[in-house]
Each structure stands twice: as C-alpha cells, then as structure tokens.
C-alpha cells in the first residue's frame, strides 16, 4: 500500500506563489496517475489537476494557467505549483490516484490559506 505526504502549505498573501509536494512511499507509484485535490472549510474536496505517468497533466478551470502539477518518478514525488493565488484557493490540499482509479488512505493534506 502507498503512503502519501504532503507538505509546502502556508499562509501566503493573494497574488503569491507556494509550492506543495506529495511524497509516496510503496511500490508501483510510477504507474499511476496522480492527482491534487483540495478541501475548503465546509466544502467538499474537489479536484485540482492530475497527471498522467508520462507527464500529461489536466487541470481544473478553476487552476488552470496559474498551477502546474510535475512529478518525479525516480523520487516518487508529486509537486504543485501554484501561482497567482486567491483567497478562493485557500483549502487544505491532498495528493491521491487520479480521479478514476482506486484512491490510496489519505494523508494529512497540507493547508494552504491565501490572505492578506
């Protein structure tokens, strides 16, 4: 089974950039797509962006040209950039299986909160 965690989480002022990174452990991460999910307080978790093991990534409208998931295999980590962020993206992100497949336990998450 793989374990995951995340880290890279703060507080961070609207127009900052933060960078997360989900680390694996077990077999068989190269495999699998990844992805990034995030909870808001009182919401349900959404999904971020995902990439494939080739390197395809996907994301969200709500993210799209301001993060960029990467991964890499050889150090079975998963990493997200995020840039220009609001305060809507303030929410505690968690890396798992892209949507679709089996998710592993979840970890932790990291929070992130955009504020001034």
């Known amino acids: 089974q793989v374990q995951l965690v995340e880290s890279g989480g703060g507080l961070v002022q609207p127009g900052g950039s933060l960078t997360l990174s989900c680390a694996a452990s077990g077999s068989g991460f190269s495999f699998n797509a990844m992805g990034w999910y995030r909870q808001g307080s009182g919401k349900q978790r959404e999904w971020v962006a995902s990439?494939?093991?080739?390197?395809?990534?996907h994301y969200s409208d709500s993210v799209k040209g301001r993060f960029a998931i990467s991964r890499d295999n050889a150090k079975n980590m998963v990493y997200l950039q995020m840039n220009s962020l609001k305060p809507e993206d303030t929410a505690v992100y968690s890396c798992?299986?892209?949507?679709?497949?089996?998710?592993?336990?979840w970890g932790q998450g990291t929070q992130v909160t955009v504020s001034s």
């Open positions: 990439i494939t093991s080739s390197g395809l990534a």
């Open positions: 798992n299986r892209a949507p679709g497949f089996t998710p592993y336990v």
